[in-house]
């Protein structure tokens, strides 16, 4: 059975950080690229970073550059996303993503809220 189980979401204030962690189980996590995503209500899921299966290349969306740090730990089958200087506009659900070339797989989300 597969599962992606994220946590580490929570409420932070503007400037604070947060890291997310998403577990892996029921497939062979080191064959499958990474990526977090996230939704904020009444808008479209969005990407929010992406890594390869070996953790050798990372991709960021724009307004996360310099601020979030994907990575990954393949031996125990976690993926993880350092959030720094989070601003109230970075308030959604995360989601974490697995794909190869022939499955993708979503966990159920982790709310993050940044708010004063």
């Known amino acids: 059975q597969v599962q992606l189980v994220e946590s580490g979401g929570g409420l932070v204030q503007p400037g604070g950080s947060l890291r997310l962690s998403c577990v892996a189980s029921g497939f062979t996590f080191s064959r499958y690229a990474m990526s977090w995503y996230r939704q904020a209500p009444g808008k479209e899921r969005e990407l929010v970073a992406f890594i390869t299966e070996a953790g050798s290349s990372t991709n960021y969306a724009d307004s996360m550059k310099g601020r979030f740090t994907i990575s990954r730990d393949n031996a125990k089958n976690t993926v993880y996303l350092q959030m720094n200087s989070l601003k109230p506009e970075d308030t959604a659900v995360y989601y974490c993503?697995?794909?190869?070339?022939?499955?993708?797989?979503w966990g159920q989300g982790t709310q993050v809220t940044v708010s004063s």
């Open positions: 993503n697995a794909r190869n070339a022939f499955f993708g797989y």
